[in-house]
């Protein structure tokens, strides 16, 4: 890295953390000016009882349970979404069947489902995870299938000419073309599966940072309400963080107009 | 490599060409004959959209024509081959995902040539468009002038008896067009291809080509004229000679554009 790019990252990180801090200094002010604290509580009581939370080992495994249910579904789906939307992409007849279907069905939120997948499916972790699968593999096939379709038109072109078969061009050129849109269903498909688990979970669980949110209700603990969410908003951020940074260092040469590689 | 251009092929002809989009669309071309000599630099000139890509399309085998018929080396072309490689104007026909060198060999991978083997070819023809050095680099970190260097190098790597260049410098700054033209006549002299190059351009119809194919404005486009370039090389883009022509062709090229813009008139 160079000096000033190190210097605008250090620009730009102490902008996030300047920001934070204000965050939770408004947040205490507010918190202990509140008129029923029980209601808002604030960082500090968070805090103190994420810790004890975390200690007594119920935080570790709320957290284990989620994030093996996304990990479960995200994946499951993803490769269902690729495989789809390749077939989608690359057979017209095929594309125009499930398309109405596609069209549909991404507008049903998973939480629609949640009912009548109980119903089939009970209670347990397979339900959780078909509607995490569910989630997941429209936006990936529809990103994929869209890639699919859009290759540049000369690339084919060109591959023709330099003799490859239809099979050639599929593997060696519209795949790798496709990986960038493949990417982005992807991570557009992991910010919605957050929501998708903790809405399962509220409903019918008794693990799952969902459950351990809808609990503080029982209890009235408000903080254990907002060591749910708080826990929950780093996890998206620092898994989407993680998705994007391997797949730009493994990936890189696939990024869709891509300049080089990216740090 | 490139010397070795393979005695057969080479020569092209267009036998009454039609084409028209679907079997009811209006005739893009109509009744479109040309002879080009093999190893001939002939570089086709007409007003935009008069349907010069569409001619070069039919010849790399991307479009069927309507009626007549496409021979090159006397055989009947059926559909794209890899004796007849096209650079196109967009360097998007480049895979972005593969290095320049990569980009280069992947028509030999699908040869089955050796990765060594293939590996040498094309690192010697990158060089042969002066690109040595830029093996490593992707499409996206090269300048567009870069790009359809390496572009060259793609077809030139496949001893390709016949290259269709579809207005390849035409988004280019001037000063890299110029240079592009200059090293490309070298290489068509020392590679000894048949070449059909499409422009709009008359400076670089005069400037490349031996003979120039002046397009009639379309709909219904053929050729209007055939100009024999009977200049030395290197040609001096600011001799007398060359001001001449370039007068008498651009005294050809207006008249159709102006057609074409009358009928665009009418359209109105």
Same mark, same amino acid.
């Given at each position: 890295?160079? !000096? ?63 994030? =093996? ?10 490769? #269902? ?6 077939? $989608? ?21 998973? /939480? ?8 089939? #499916? ?72 957050? $929501? ?27 903080? /254990? ?5 708080? =826990? ?30 990216? !740090? | ?85 096209? =650079? ?22 699908? #040869? ?13 023809? /990158? ?52 240079? #592009? ?33 002046? $397009?009639?404005?379309?709909?219904? !486009? ?47």
């Amino acid at each position: 890295m160079t !000096a000033q790019a190190m210097r605008q990252q250090g620009f730009r990180l102490s902008g996030y953390l300047l920001s934070v801090t204000v965050v939770l200094v408004v947040w205490q002010y507010l918190s202990a000016r509140a008129i029923i604290p029980l209601l808002f509580p604030s960082p500090a009581s968070t805090l103190t009882v994420g810790l004890k939370l975390l200690r007594s080992g119920q935080l570790g495994s709320d957290l284990q349970a989620s994030l =093996i249910r996304i990990l479960a579904g995200f994946t499951l789906g993803s490769a #269902l979404g690729v495989t789809a939307g390749v077939f $989608m992409g690359s057979f017209r007849a095929v594309g125009l069947f499930f398309e109405p279907y596609l069209q549909f069905l991404r507008f049903l939120p998973a /939480l629609a489902w949640i009912p009548p997948v109980m119903l089939w #499916l009970g209670t347990g972790e397979r339900s959780k995870v078909a509607l995490l699968v569910y989630t997941t593999v429209f936006i990936v096939a529809l990103n994929t299938m869209v890639g699919v379709a859009s290759v540049p038109r000369n690339q084919l072109r060109a591959a023709q000419s330099f003799g490859l078969t239809r099979w050639e061009i599929f593997h060696m050129v519209k795949i790798p073309a496709t990986v960038s849109h493949m990417l982005t269903g992807m991570r557009l498909a992991m910010g919605n599966c957050f $929501m998708t688990v903790v809405a399962a979970e509220l409903v019918a669980s008794d693990s799952g940072l969902g459950y351990l949110i809808f609990s503080s209700r029982q209890w009235m603990q408000t903080e /254990l309400a907002f060591v749910g969410i708080t =826990i929950l908003g780093l996890l998206g951020l620092i898994s989407d963080r993680i998705f994007h940074v391997t797949t730009t260092r493994l990936l890189w040469r696939y990024a869709r107009g891509q300049t080089g590689r990216v !740090a | 490599m490139g010397q070795s251009d393979g005695d057969v092929g080479g020569h092209i002809q267009f036998h009454g060409i039609d084409f028209s989009y679907g079997p009811s669309g209006p005739l893009i071309i109509r009744d479109f004959n040309l002879g080009i000599q093999r190893r001939e630099f002939f570089t086709l000139l007409g007003p935009s959209g008069c349907g010069k890509t569409t001619v070069l399309n039919i010849l790399a085998g991307f479009e069927a024509p309507t009626r007549g018929d496409v021979l090159t080396g006397g055989q009947t072309i059926q559909g794209p081959h890899r004796d007849r490689i096209v =650079i196109f104007q967009d360097p998007d026909s480049l895979y972005p995902w593969l290095s320049a060198l990569e980009n280069v060999e992947f028509p030999l991978r699908v #040869l089955g040539v050796s990765p060594a083997d293939r590996r040498a070819r094309a690192r010697e023809t /990158l060089r042969l468009v002066g690109l040595q050095g830029h093996d490593a680099k992707h499409p996206g970190q090269l300048s567009g002038g870069m790009k359809q260097r390496v572009q060259l190098a793609r077809a030139l790597v496949l001893d390709a008896p016949i290259l269709l260049m579809d207005e390849p410098f035409g988004a280019l700054d001037a000063q890299t067009r110029q240079v #592009l033209q200059e090293e490309l006549v070298q290489l068509s002299m020392r590679t000894q291809r048949t070449i059909l190059f499409i422009t709009h351009d008359i400076h670089e119809a005069i400037f490349l080509a031996d003979r120039i194919g002046v $397009m009639t404005a379309g709909p219904e !486009a053929s050729i209007k004229e055939i100009i024999e370039v009977e200049l030395p090389r290197p040609r001096s883009r600011g001799s007398a000679a060359f001001g001449e022509l370039y007068e008498r062709v651009h005294r050809i090229l207006s008249d159709e554009v102006r057609r074409m813009l009358q009928g665009e008139d009418s359209l109105l």
